[in-house]
């Protein structure tokens, strides 16, 4: 993760209207075709259009009859468009891209500490963040960035967070796994005070248990939560030697929602490739912060699932897709031993790919 973050700009011939109609959830593959859909449609600047459609062959049927053809799932190419050597050349360059550069990236939190308390600090914001090259959406984030900061401690830390609320309305942060003193739990109202716009709340808790957690808003949380209020928070074991052994670790947060669908805050071709030498251990921490589940699916090579929710599994197994439900995380380890460039990606397809090719819930996992 790099060191700082940037706050995303937003150039003003690319504002646009946020995606309407996304909490309607259980219609997957509709909202996710009409994402992709709108957004495509409003950046020809992008993919080109062919000037003049070509010359329709004999064999296919005249374009009142393929008006009459029932919808087909996924991002539908424009009229003139259908052929397949324009539907491949779009596809190439969209992957062609990857991984492509924006503005905005996310973080590890610094601390300071004060008697024995690592003291981090948040600021709830309201910025244009770049999901994709040229697609700025509004977000509302911890520090300016989505996902939020990562916050690392260790187990039985003590821990302080300063959160000032820069929001137009009032929030709080919950942290998802922690077994905190009730009253530091977040929760508005029931355990909690909100922080109202422009206050400043302080939380205090212990780290415990060890593992990979979250933290996000529990107030107003289907619309903060969808538009970025979230963040990893890694709990790292006092005892590492009960733990798996890995190289290297990459932090996976899933969302969908007024953000598109996205990893760590970006939509494919935008995300950032999981790169490893053939031989290392790759730990992949999954969290899903959206309102869908993600069946995230790698070819090539074998995940082996070691922990649930922080928990380490009493019997690891292995599987080439781990479905990840709203609020889960799952702990996966992969041993790098075939070298290419795999495609791992969630496996509803409308969240993955459409006739503009991938987007969305997609990376690569490259074996150098
Ligand atoms: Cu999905």
């Not at 006092?238 to 990893?263: A, Q, S």
């Not at 031989?279 to 699932?305: F, I, K, Q, S, Y």
């Not at 791992?344 to 503009?356: F, K, M």
Request: proline share 10%.
């Amino acid at each position: 993760m790099a060191e700082e973050g940037q706050q995303g700009r937003r150039p003003e011939a690319l504002t646009r209207r946020r995606a309407i109609g996304w909490i309607a959830g259980g219609v997957a593959a509709v909202a996710g075709a009409l994402f992709a859909w709108r957004r495509l449609g409003r950046q020809p600047e992008a993919e080109p259009m062919p000037q003049e459609p070509e010359p329709k062959t004999g064999s296919q049927p005249p374009i009142s009859e393929q008006q009459k053809a029932p919808p087909r799932e996924g991002p539908q190419l424009p009229p003139g468009t259908d052929t397949a050597e324009e539907m491949d050349r779009i596809h190439r360059e969209r992957l062609e891209a990857f991984p492509a550069k924006t503005s905005g990236k996310t973080y590890r939190l610094p601390f300071r500490e004060e008697g024995g308390v690592k003291v981090f600090e948040l600021e709830t914001k309201v910025v244009q963040w770049e999901v994709e090259p040229g697609v700025f959406r509004e977000a509302w984030t911890y520090n300016g960035v989505v996902p939020g900061p990562e916050i690392r401690v260790r187990e039985d830390d003590r821990v302080r967070v300063v959160v000032r609320n820069g929001l137009p309305e009032s929030t709080t942060i919950h942290w998802h796994g922690m077994r905190v003193e009730n009253s530091q739990d977040g929760v508005s109202f029931l355990t909690t005070p909100v922080i109202k716009p422009g206050e400043t709340f302080t939380y205090e808790f212990t780290a415990n248990p060890a593992g990979t957690h979250m933290y996000h808003s529990h107030h107003n949380s289907t619309k903060q939560v969808a538009m970025g209020l979230l963040g990893p928070l890694i709990v790292e074991p006092k005892d590492p030697g009960r733990w798996p052994r890995y190289d290297r670790e990459y932090v996976l947060v899933l969302n969908d929602g007024p953000l598109g669908f996205t990893i760590n805050g970006k939509s494919f071709p935008a995300t950032e490739p999981i790169v490893a030498r053939r031989g290392e251990r790759v730990l992949l921490r999954w969290m899903n912060e959206g309102a869908m589940v993600h069946p995230m699916h790698l070819h090539g090579l074998v995940m082996e699932v070691v922990a649930r929710d922080g928990w380490l599994l009493p019997a690891p197994y292995r599987v080439d897709t781990v479905t990840v439900a709203p609020g889960e995380r799952w702990d996966t380890l992969v041993v790098a031993d075939n070298p290419g460039k795999w495609a791992l990606h969630c496996h509803v397809l409308p969240h993955a790919e459409g006739e503009h090719g991938m987007f969305g819930l997609v990376t690569v996992f490259i074996v150098e």
